[in-house]
């Protein structure tokens, strides 16, 4: 009895706060059939919206893949002092608030600030366009790569590379045909991870653009913006499309995730 | 008598050096420097400014709601997840899997798509009679949103891991359910319970993107702290917006140190 009213409640729980909630939103956005769906997200201010997404996105997943591997090979297969506290400071950002990301850059980048101002005399305005929207989105993705391939790393051991070492191989070599292999999944699953924080993105990219439409308006952005000019068929229909995006996410980590949950028992 | 062993000094190997060299500037250019200009523009006014940016009544009112409101739902959390977890590694029921699956959503949704699905059930035109929109319980209701994987995904691998023989000894020994739960596995759980809960709350604090369109940003009344830096942000202030900014920083160290105390408490007690 007691089991099963403990099934009910926690079921009813996720129901009414995850289930329900998203699935309304679904209905609502292809209640009148898939044209105003398509329609929605075909005009030029989505599409370029749409477009400015992927382009942050893209540049901040490269940047954290390549960042993300590097530091986890540091911190497992190296020794150095400080390590500790690297570490730490890797998981930083996921205790920051993204307002307070957007606000810090710029402090540092902004056009009045020291190094943006070098940066703006270069020519290069980092602030309200994409070189910041990067780096905000950079900020708030960082942990992602290097925590998911981290325990596989340990896991692995360094005997293999050790042992192609004394075979001749470069450091190159060993890390392409050895630790590259040996990590693939680890590295698929922190890039998924990576990919859709990236994408889903919205309150360090809302500080940092100036949000402005048909500029550096991302479709997390474009989603609130429609919504405060009333436009609610391309709210619903952007952020049904950015909701497809993540439960496409979540079953594509489960494949990648080591079968460690709930297979374990 | 200790022993006192001297490290002989090491110097790093190349790689080493220029690997970590690359990643600590990465690391600096993107995250610390800026944290730390945050930290520095919120002093650089002295003591008395700080203090008066954060006790504003607009700051204080979002302060007090965001602290308050992530207390509550990081409570509620620490007895809902527990329950959630407790379900997914004991119970058997059809659809158990996809249960498990969906706990990761809030993960992978925007918080302005979060904010917006809240809004559409739980909204003015809720399908369910029930409007939460511009009210502390659509805050609430956010939070509990963006939160809800945190205590399940840290209690869920301990539960898996507890070996039922001490229960089944419990039981045999006369423990009724209550107690066995009391005595037995709530000591093994707390630990993940307290971590999750911890993760919760600084998540909570922190929040931005699902309390927009749900709470209306009132201030004194649904606007949260992220919200106020913000518009402190558009109205360019940033010495009062990163002074509210560093009272939030401080505030999820403190949770966060407190978690890796716990953590260390309960890793000694095996």
């Known amino acids: 009895m007691a089991k099963h009213a403990l099934r009910l409640v926690a079921v009813a729980y996720v129901l009414f706060l995850l289930v329900l909630p998203v699935i309304l939103i679904v209905w609502r956005t292809f209640g009148d059939g898939l044209g105003p769906f398509v329609e929605a ?14 382009t942050v996105a893209g540049w901040a997943v490269v940047a954290n893949t390549v960042f993300g591997v590097l530091t986890a090979i540091l911190l497992v297969r190296h020794r150095f002092p400080g390590k500790r506290l690297l570490g730490a400071f890797i998981d930083l950002p996921m205790a920051v608030s993204p307002v307070v990301v957007g606000l810090a850059l710029i402090l540092v980048y902004g056009r009045f600030a020291p190094f943006g101002g070098l940066l703006e005399s270069w020519g290069i305005q980092v602030i309200f366009s994409t070189p910041g929207m990067v780096l905000a989105t950079v900020f708030v993705a960082l942990p992602l790569v290097v925590r998911a391939i981290v325990p596989v790393l340990e896991e692995l051991g360094d005997e293999q590379e050790q042992a192609a070492h004394t075979l001749g191989a470069s450091r190159l070599q060993a890390f392409i045909r050895i630790t590259l292999p040996g990590i693939r999944w680890a590295l698929g699953y922190g890039i998924v991870l990576c990919l859709a924080r990236s994408l889903g993105e919205y309150g360090a990219v809302a500080v940092v653009s ?56 | 008598m200790t022993a006192i062993t001297v490290r002989p000094a090491r110097r790093l190997a ?20 800026p944290l730390a200009a945050v930290v520095w523009r919120s002093a650089d006014q002295g003591p008395g400014y700080f203090w008066r940016s954060v006790t504003t009544p607009d700051a204080w009112a979002a302060l007090t709601l965001t602290i308050g409101a992530s207390a509550l739902v990081a409570l509620i959390n620490l007895v809902m997840g527990t329950a959630i977890a407790w379900v997914l590694v004991r119970d058997r ?20 798509v979060a904010g917006l699905v809240l809004l559409a059930l739980y909204g003015p035109q809720s399908p369910l009679g029930i409007n939460l929109a511009y009210s502390r319980a659509g805050v609430v209701l956010a939070l509990m949103f963006v939160t809800l994987p945190f205590v399940v995904r840290t209690v869920q691998p301990v539960l898996l891991e507890l070996d039922t023989e001490m229960e089944q000894a419990a039981a045999s020994l006369g423990a009724g359910p209550f107690q066995t739960f009391r005595r037995v596995i709530l000591p093994n759980l707390i630990p993940a319970m307290l971590s999750g809960t911890a993760l919760a709350f600084t998540r909570a604090i922190s929040e931005f993107g699902s309390t927009v369109l749900i709470s209306g940003n009132l201030p004194f009344k649904t606007q949260v702290a992220a919200v106020n830096i913000f518009s402190q942000i558009e109205g360019d202030n940033t010495t009062g917006a990163a002074a509210i900014s560093t009272v939030l ?20 007690r095996g």
């Open chain 1, 41 to 54: 997200l075909t005009s030029p201010s989505a599409l370029h919206a749409f477009k400015v997404t992927v």
């Open chain 1, 210 to 265: 100036g949000r402005l439409v048909d500029q550096t308006q991302t479709l997390t952005l474009f989603v609130e913006e429609r919504f405060q000019n009333f436009d609610q068929p391309a709210a619903f229909a952007a952020a049904t499309a950015l909701a497809l995006i993540a439960v496409v996410t979540l079953l594509l980590t489960k494949l990648l995730r080591p079968k460690d949950r709930i297979d374990g028992n």
């Open chain 2, 14 to 33: 190349g790689g080493t050096a220029a690997g970590l060299g690359v990643a600590v500037l990465y690391l600096s250019l993107i995250v610390l420097i």
């Open chain 2, 93 to 112: 029921f059809p659809g158990r899997r996809v249960l498990d699956t969906i706990i990761d959503l809030p993960f992978a949704l925007p918080t302005i």
């Open chain 2, 249 to 268: 920083l401080v505030v999820a160290l403190v949770a966060l140190i407190s978690l890796d105390v716990l953590q260390r408490w309960g890793s000694r």
